[in-house]
Nanobody
Framework: QVQLVESGGGLVQAGGSLRLSCAAS????????MGWFRQAPGKEREFVAA????????YYADSVKGRFTISRNNAQNTLFLQMNSLKPEDTAVYYC??????????????????WGQGTQVTVSS
């Protein structure tokens, strides 16, 4: 089974930046889509951003548009999330996810087959 491992989380002040990475354990892993989700204490997991592995189309939640950028390195099966202008409400555990199925939406967590363990992002006031 393919494993996804996130890294790059940490503690930053409001207005700061972080860059998250997600690496797949198998270099032959070829998903159709990959995305980032986050979950804050007491809240449900929510969609943040997604990217088509082939075609370069990107999608963002309204709450992060203009501040976050999702990108990938196909050859290395690595996903990135550049987070700028961070706000305290961005505080959450961030998860990367991969979809191996064609069709469906990119936002619902149920559309994704593989998940990482998560990395904590904390934004102070």
């Amino acid at each position: 089974q393919v494993q996804l491992v996130e890294s790059g989380g940490g503690l930053v002040q409001a207005g700061g930046s972080l860059r998250l990475s997600c690496a797949a354990s198998r270099r032959t892993f070829r998903p159709y889509n990959m995305g980032w989700f986050r979950q804050a204490p007491g809240k449900e997991r929510e969609f943040v951003a997604a990217i088509r592995w082939i075609g370069d189309s990107t999608y963002y939640a309204d709450s992060v548009k203009g501040r976050f950028t999702i990108s990938r390195n196909n050859a290395q099966n690595t996903l990135f999330l550049q987070m700028n202008s961070l706000k305290p409400e961005d505080t959450a555990v961030y998860y990367c996810a991969a979809s191996t199925s064609i069709g469906g939406g990119l936002g619902p967590p149920r559309e994704y087959d593989y998940w990482g363990q998560g990395t904590q992002v904390t934004v102070s006031s």
